[in-house]
């Protein structure tokens, strides 16, 4: 098998991926294609797979069959290099909380290989972006939520990786706070990072460019939002996700 593919236009290439626990199946033979730029919603209730499939799009979780490709490289053979193309959020937005502000983008940055300087311009670019000069020094366990989870995503792509993946990112943050940190997805996207995103707001699907629905370890719609809800005669992607989920058979 390829370790690297060559049309990088094209961030993600997965082809029945499937990952099992024994006999259980929690990632069942799923396929999927996600371009540069785009924005991809990964849709599905807890229990679904949804964080699983992301577990092994990002490096973290070997596959037990199937192949994907991630910012062209294959994360099964490659997982290192997928790992430093990538940026990563999580439910729990990944910052140490007893770091100041500015000792978690250093620590990062340093993860990320990126040099003294370059830490320091982004510091100071992403300290008056974010509007948080004067909280440099502060304990990130101080923070409002909101800060917290708008400094993470500022975190995961400081050293511009190709693809940026968020787990549930905008779960517990009041709906102003999730509006802003959507515009800041859809400004990422414009600069060319792909965003793949799972969550459970499906009030939040209608921002993606596409999105899949995940039941049960499979996917049951891949689409636009506008297509999935002609094809089911739904008026909200409510009404689709209900229409899919309720057959489910398991959750977490």
Known sequence: MKDRILDTDMSIEAHNLTKKFGDFIAVDSISLQVPRGEIFGFLGANGAGKTTAMRMLTGLLRPTSGSAFVAGYNIATDSEQVKRNIGYMSQKFSL????????????????????????????????????????????????????KQKLSFSIAIMHRPRIVFLDEPTGGVDPI????????????AREGITIFVTTHYMDEAEYCGRVAIMVDGRIEALGKT???????????????????????KRNE
């Open 96 to 147: 140490y909380q007893d770091l100041k502000v500015w000792e978690n983008i250093e620590y990062y940055g340093g993860l990320y290989g990126m040099s003294l300087r370059q830490i320091k311009e982004v510091t100071d670019l992403m300290m008056h972006k974010l509007d948080m000069d004067q909280e440099r020094n502060t304990l990130v366990s101080q923070l409002p939520l909101g800060w």
């Open 177 to 188: 706070t999730r509006r802003q940190f959507w515009n800041m997805i859809y400004e990422t």
């Open 226 to 248: 506008s297509e999935l809800k002609t094809q089911f005669g739904a008026s909200s992607m409510d009404e689709v996700f209900y229409m899919l989920a309720r057959g489910a």
